[in-house]
């Protein structure tokens, strides 16, 4: 984890991106990604090849209002100067706001404590939204989907919001934080807080609490599917373009 060479100098670098045009965070074979695209614009500015770990991975189209990324290099560097010329260099959907230089130990993935994640939607057409929310034109019993939120609080296991063939050693996570938030007369937004996440968890957990929300199905039978832990049994992963990466705490 710590970096091999004494006289390297660790970075964390904290950005934000609107990821309509990424397949993602991570290096694709056949796709633009986040992470060549910051790769290339670091490694043209330092004239030196940089590698970039991020805190975790965002599927194609999910958004990121803070994400935190690390790299090693060898020179001192002006860090707002840095800061001032990747912003030029980089697209207008990806934004640095700072880097820091932090300890050889320190891991943007690992070291963090905890992550949250807001999923948007909205009740009425809107023509500003469309991009960043969900419409949803059935009703949703919003009171009811706060209970199942209590009880995902309470879960430990989240198999049931797995993505079937991920490369999860564990399907625990440690949930702090969830709940529906109402920010004006039609907009809500998911909020959740982990200290990891599975791979699609927060987009299948948004659309099971949707079944509950239109009465689909009862709260005893979505604390059976936590319990029973069958990805099969909950509800369709909703789409990427309104989930959010929000917060990363360290």
């Not at 959907?93 to 700072?98: A, C, E, L, P, Y």
């Not at 039609?186 to 990891?196: C, L, Q």
């Amino acid at each position: 984890m710590e970096h091999d060479n004494p006289r390297m100098q660790r970075y964390f670098i904290y950005f934000s991106y609107d990821g309509t045009r990424y397949h993602g965070w991570q290096l694709q074979p056949n796709g633009i990604s986040v992470q060549a695209v910051l790769q290339q614009a670091l490694t043209t500015l330092l004239r030196t090849p940089i590698e970039v770990v991020g805190a975790g991975r965002t599927d194609t189209g999910v958004h990121a209002r803070l994400m935190v990324a690390h790299f090693d290099f060898a020179e001192v560097m002006d860090t707002e100067q840095v800061v001032y010329r990747l912003n030029r260099m980089l697209p207008r959907d990806i934004s640095v706001q700072k880097l820091v230089p932090v300890a050889g130990d320190m891991h943007a993935r690992f070291s963090a404590k905890w992550r949250t994640y807001h999923y948007y939607i909205h009740t009425a057409k809107s023509p500003f939204l469309r991009h960043y929310s969900l419409l949803v034109t059935f009703p949703l019993d919003f009171k009811r989907m706060n209970e199942g939120c209590k009880l995902l609080l309470a879960q430990r296991d989240f198999a049931a919001f797995c993505k079937s063939g991920g490369d999860n050693k564990t399907t625990l996570c440690e949930v702090t934080t969830c709940q529906w938030v109402q920010t004006a007369a039609h907009e809500w937004y998911f909020e959740i807080t982990a200290n990891r996440f599975l791979r699609n968890m927060v987009r299948a957990t948004v659309g099971t609490l949707m079944l509950l929300g239109r009465h689909k199905i009862s709260l005893s039978e979505f604390q059976c599917i936590l319990t029973d832990g069958n990805r099969s049994q909950a509800g369709e992963s909703m789409p990427g373009h309104a989930l959010f990466l929000e917060d990363i705490v360290y």
